[in-house]
């Protein structure tokens, strides 16, 4: 089945944005706000629906971005305590069919609107949970995942978008919560490795950022702003 439905996790309270006006995914990148540009990528990349995980300021984002973007459905799902983003995720299967493999990313996740559909294209192929990565070294065999390994710059890091058959949403449900008190997506990869489930890895090369600061976005707009 390939994939034809997104969720995007637009939750959080953005406190590195230091905006206190507005939501984060409504904060402006190159003009427009940055979860606009996330919409229209998945809208461009032929998907049919997305689901939107709400939180902070939630309807300020609904009211903004309203039931349909360029002909893909948008419905939404609210994560009424903010813990952890694999409660976001089971929080948006409320609106998933129980089968369905999704695209999952945040909302401040900035690539190249092309590799939605290389992502989804890539799942069909390997009919696992496939992850987006950036690459420094390393190989296409995942044996382990740690989030924000301290001391360590080298390797893979996730990218933020991944492709989520059935059976690893369920698991990600199911996982218990973390040394921060959060229910976690990285959790929920690590139980799928030790089950000897497999997971992809998509080689991405193209531009990427993680939108969580001002400088970031400052960045962005200056080194890609001929995507913007």
């Known amino acids: 089945m390939q994939p034809d439905t997104a969720v995007v996790l637009a939750a959080g309270r953005g406190t590195r ?18 979860l606009d540009r996330v919409l229209d990528g998945l809208a461009a990349s032929g998907l049919a629906r997305t689901v939107l995980v709400i939180g902070h300021l939630g309807d300020m984002v609904r009211d903004h971005v309203g039931g349909t973007r360029k002909g893909m459905e948008i419905s939404y799902a609210r994560q009424e305590s903010l813990d952890g983003t694999a409660a976001a995720l089971t929080c948006a299967g409320q609106e998933l069919d129980r089968d369905t493999p999704v695209l999952l990313t945040w909302c401040d996740i900035f690539v190249a609107p092309t590799w939605y559909r290389m992502l989804c294209d890539a799942w069909q192929v390997r009919k696992g949970l496939v992850l987006l990565a950036t690459v420094i070294d390393g190989d296409l065999r995942m044996t382990d995942f740690v989030e924000k390994p301290p001391g360590r710059n080298r390797g893979w890091a996730d990218g933020g978008v991944s492709v989520l058959s059935a059976t690893a949403r369920a698991v990600m449900a199911e996982v218990e919560p973390s040394e921060r008190g959060e229910r976690e997506l990285a959790s929920g990869i690590v139980r799928l490795l030790r089950d000897g489930r497999p997971i992809g890895v998509e080689r991405y090369s193209g531009p990427w950022a993680d939108l969580g600061t001002p400088e970031a976005v400052t960045r962005v707009e200056a080194s890609f702003g001929e995507l913007l």
Do not use: A, N
Request: hydrophobic share 35%; no cysteine.
């Open 17 to 34: 944005m230091r905006r206190d006006d507005i939501p984060k995914p409504l904060v402006p990148l190159g003009g427009r706000p940055m």
